[in-house]
């Protein structure tokens, strides 16, 4: 967007003087459509003073909530001739970050063999070969900005091919590649591994970048690999993917128990397991570093397990509603209210066969799940997964890490959506289970293992 556009848009949004209307022109902005109207010279000039008094110029706004603040403070600002600034109105403190799972470490491993400097993060890939033909790629730097995610957890997943063999490796690679993506990209990428951090990353106007280990495979079964992840960065942990682990069933198992399939795997075992006294272990040991439990792509057994055993609450970085379609990877009311007893988070899944159980899915079907989740669990136990770069449907209206406004605009048109609600839902019920899971591991009393 040009200054002058950007101007004409700006003096258009400040002229509506109403938060929705201005809301509507930040989604044309967004969809690349031209502002509507032309404003006059005066409101342009004075846009701009408050535009860069609220920190316009260089900064990446964090949400869509946030938008509305800064434009309500800005529309103040021009109707009542009040000086109002983002720190003034702590629109900057008060916001959350955008947090998703994401995994585009794994399709550069697919795609680049690791190659870093082939890697052109800060170009469209939607040009660029491979990616521009393939289904699983949804993100690059320039629509991480358009979709305005503040941060970003970078998936360190590895397939289950690799248990029992090079998982650990293949994990620490992913995590190195991680880290080399962001040191390569500082003016826009900055590694955090705290609440602390990713505030202080999204005021400076860069993309928080976190680590998380997708399934517990990649721990080769040892708690000093755990306890090594944390220290390289990790802060979150998929108990499983979509295998089991010699210590907790996955939700494939769940599904073949079910449906009594004889194509088991010979590492599975009963769909009672859930978790083994390892596998709490494991997840005390978790609360007691301070990283979040996932527990996305286990089973119900496992996630009760989970829950009982945790002492902080848990997270389902990327789920959907079992309610609404029963895949094995959703999570069922039951649990849905435990959840809620515990803190905990469902960030939903936008895999279309996680959301109609079909190869279609619309945005509206994503609300679907997303105010189903509400209605079980409560507002602030659910927060946005995606799943990007990990997934080859996506729902239409949300193709890629662009759409995330979309979504929110959607969202901000039901009137049972306060404000307030949809800050908590783009970040910062998540900050809020990851704030907790810091304070329990600073403020309790945990047995060192000796193992
Ligand atoms: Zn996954």
Redesign the pocket.
């Known amino acids: 967007m040009t200054k002058s556009r950007r101007m004409r848009w700006a003096g258009h949004v400040a002229r509506m003087g109403e938060k929705r209307n201005a809301y509507r022109i930040l989604v044309r902005k967004l969809e690349g459509k031209r502002p509507l109207g032309r404003p006059r010279r005066r409101w342009v000039d004075n846009v701009k003073m408050d535009l860069r008094e609220i920190g316009w110029d260089g900064m990446v706004w964090i949400d869509v909530a946030q938008d509305r603040d800064q434009w309500r403070a800005l529309v103040n600002t021009e109707y009542t001739g009040i000086q109002r600034s983002c720190q003034e109105t702590s629109a900057c403190e008060e916001k959350a970050a955008v947090v998703r799972h994401n995994d585009l470490p794994w399709n550069v491993r697919k795609f680049m063999h690791n190659q870093i400097l082939s890697f052109n993060f800060t170009a469209d890939l939607e040009k660029v070969h491979p990616w521009a033909k393939s289904n699983w790629s949804h993100t690059d730097l320039p629509r991480l900005r358009r979709g305005m995610v503040g941060a970003q957890f970078w998936s360190a997943y590895v397939p289950c091919d690799a248990q029992y063999l090079d998982a650990v490796q293949l994990t620490l690679e992913q995590i190195d590649l991680i880290k080399r993506l962001a040191d390569l990209n500082p003016e826009h990428l900055t590694l955090v591994t705290s609440v602390k951090g990713v505030q202080e990353t999204h005021r400076a106007g860069r993309i928080a970048s976190l680590i998380g280990v997708?399934g517990g495979h990649s721990l080769g079964n040892s708690l000093a690999v755990l306890r090594t992840f944390y220290s390289l960065g990790a802060r979150y942990m998929t108990v499983t993917?979509t295998c089991n682990t010699a210590w907790a069933d996955c939700s494939l198992t769940q599904l073949q128990s079910e449906s009594s399939s004889p194509t088991a795997q010979p590492t599975d075992r009963s769909s009672e397991g859930g978790l083994t006294e390892f596998g709490k272990l494991v997840v005390r040991e978790m609360n007691r570093l301070g990283m979040m439990v996932d527990l996305?792509?286990a089973s119900v057994h496992t996630m009760k397990d989970a829950l009982a055993a945790s002492k902080a609450p848990v997270m389902f970085s990327?789920s959907s509603a079992f309610a609404l379609c029963n895949s094995s990877r959703n999570v069922p009311d039951d649990v849905l209210k435990s959840l809620a007893l515990n803190g905990g988070i469902v960030m939903v899944n936008f895999y279309t066969y996680f959301i109609t159980c079909n190869s279609t899915a619309t945005i509206n079907d994503v609300i679907a799940h997303i105010n189903h989740i509400r209605d079980v669990a409560g507002v602030n136990h659910v927060g946005i997964g995606a799943?990007y770069d990990?997934i080859n449907f996506t729902p239409q209206g949300l193709e890629d890490v662009s759409k995330y406004p979309q979504l929110l605009a959607a969202l901000l048109e039901d009137p049972s959506w306060r404000e307030e609600d949809l800050k908590k839902l783009a970040g910062l019920n998540l900050l809020r289970v990851f704030r907790a899971v810091e304070e329990v591991r600073s403020g309790s009393l945990f047995t060192l293992l000796n193992d």
């Open positions: 997708e993917h996305s792509h990327h799943g990990g």
